[in-house]
C-alpha cells in the first residue's frame, strides 16, 4: 500500500518569512498525483497545489511551491512571505487511480 | 458552484443510535469518497464509490458502517448502532479524475 510521510508534526515560521515542509512517500507505480491541502480551525479541507508525477516543472501557486523529487519520493512545499493566514494543518497526499492516501499532517504557526 | 454538501454539520447522539450522514458531490464527479479524521488516527479513507458503484470499502472499520450512492447526486453513510468511538469528523470528498479532491465541510460526529 501507498504510504505519505510528513516527519513534521508541527512547524513554525515568522511572519514574511519562508517555510518548507517536508513529506515522502512510497509507491510502485510510476503516474499518479501529488497534493497538498490546508485544514484551517474551520476544518475545511483546501487544495493548496498539485502535481502530477509526468511533469518534471515544480508547479507554483502564487507563494505555494513544491519541490518534487520523483526518484527520491520526496514532495515538499515552500510557503513564501508566510501569512497569518496561513497557520493551519497541511496535509500531503498521494493519489492514483481512485486511492487517495493522506499524511499525517504538520501543524504550521505563524509568528507575528 | 455550492462545492461538496455535507449534512448534518454536527450531530450528537446517544451511544445505540442509528446516525445517517448525507452527502450531495459536486456535479459532474464521477468518484466519491468517504473519509473518517481523528486526533489518532489521522484521515482514514473509509469507501468510495466510481460512477455510483461502491469500489473499495476495505476501510469500513465494522459491519456497522454502511454507505450506499444511489444515484450520482447522493450519498449516505450510516452507523447503526452508534458507538462513543466512533465520534470523529466524517468528511465527503468527490473528484473527477486527476482533479484533485475536493471536500466538503465535514459532519462532526458526537456519540455519548
Known amino acids: 500500500a501507498q504510504t505519505v510521510t510528513q516527519s513534521q508534526p508541527e512547524m513554525s515560521v515568522q511572519e514574511a518569512e519562508t517555510v518548507t515542509l517536508s513529506c515522502t512517500y512510497d509507491?510502485?507505480?510510476?503516474?499518479?498525483?501529488l497534493f497538498w491541502y490546508k485544514q484551517p480551525p474551520s476544518r475545511q479541507m483546501i487544495l493548496v497545489i498539485r502535481?502530477?508525477?509526468?511533469?518534471?516543472q515544480n508547479a507554483t501557486e502564487n507563494r505555494f511551491s513544491v519541490n518534487f523529487q520523483k526518484a527520491a519520493k520526496s514532495f515538499s512545499l515552500k510557503i513564501s512571505d508566510s501569512q497569518l493566514g496561513d497557520a493551519a494543518m497541511y496535509f500531503c497526499?498521494?493519489?492514483?487511480?481512485?486511492?487517495?492516501?493522506f499524511g499525517a499532517g504538520t501543524r504550521l504557526t505563524v509568528k507575528p | 458552484d455550492a462545492g461538496v454538501i455535507q449534512s448534518p454539520r454536527h450531530e450528537v447522539t446517544e451511544m445505540g443510535q442509528e446516525v445517517t450522514l448525507r452527502c450531495k458531490p459536486i456535479?459532474?464527479?464521477?468518484?466519491l469518497f468517504w473519509y473518517r479524521q481523528t486526533m489518532m488516527r489521522g484521515l482514514e479513507l473509509l469507501i468510495y464509490?466510481?460512477?455510483?458503484?461502491?469500489?473499495?470499502d476495505s476501510g469500513m472499520p465494522e459491519d456497522r458502517f454502511s454507505a450506499k450512492m444511489p444515484n450520482a447526486s447522493f450519498s449516505t453513510l450510516k452507523i447503526q448502532p452508534s458507538e462513543p468511538r466512533d465520534s470523529a469528523v466524517y468528511f465527503c470528498?468527490?473528484?473527477?479524475?486527476?482533479?484533485?479532491?475536493?471536500f466538503g465541510s465535514g459532519t462532526r460526529l458526537t456519540v455519548v
Open positions: 464509490f466510481n460512477n455510483n458503484v461502491p469500489i473499495d
Open positions: 502535481q502530477e508525477a509526468y511533469k518534471q
Open positions: 509507491t510502485s507505480e510510476s503516474d499518479y498525483y
Open positions: 497526499a498521494y493519489h492514483n487511480n481512485n486511492d487517495m492516501r
Open positions: 456535479s459532474g464527479h464521477n468518484s
Open positions: 470528498a468527490s473528484s473527477s479524475r486527476g482533479g484533485g479532491y475536493t
